[in-house]
């Protein structure tokens, strides 16, 4: 049985597709919102969406780190300057098929 994170980081509605944001800021607020594993409440009006944050707003490979079974949020793991590094354990399911398994064998030399 997986066990999950059941304490959620609770932040505000999206402000993807709301004015006074650039769309490399709309960006930036989807993933950090999905890396903290917060609900993603959209708190534009989805009739007046423009194409990029619709397109924001349905990036599934940022939504998978939202929606992992783990529910881990991220925590900044680096920093130099005005670089900042943050990073969340993933739930990763590995299957491994018997065709590779019995694949050729690497030996040191």
């Known amino acids: 049985m997986l066990q999950t994170h059941l304490a959620f980081d609770w932040t505000t509605n999206l402000q993807v597709g709301n004015s006074g944001l650039l769309e490399n800021e ?13 609900p993603l409440f959209i708190g534009a009006d989805l009739r007046k969406l423009s194409k990029s944050a619709f397109e924001i707003l349905t990036a599934s490979e940022v939504i998978a ?20 590094v943050t990073c969340s354990c993933l739930y990763v399911y590995l299957c491994i098929s018997p065709k590779l398994a019995a694949g050729p064998r690497f030996t040191q030399s």
């Open 26 to 38: 709309q960006r930036s607020h989807f993933a950090l919102w999905c890396l903290l594993k917060s």
């Open 65 to 84: 780190v939202n929606q992992d079974p783990l529910g881990v949020a991220g925590d900044l793991i680096w920093k130099e300057g005005p670089i900042e």
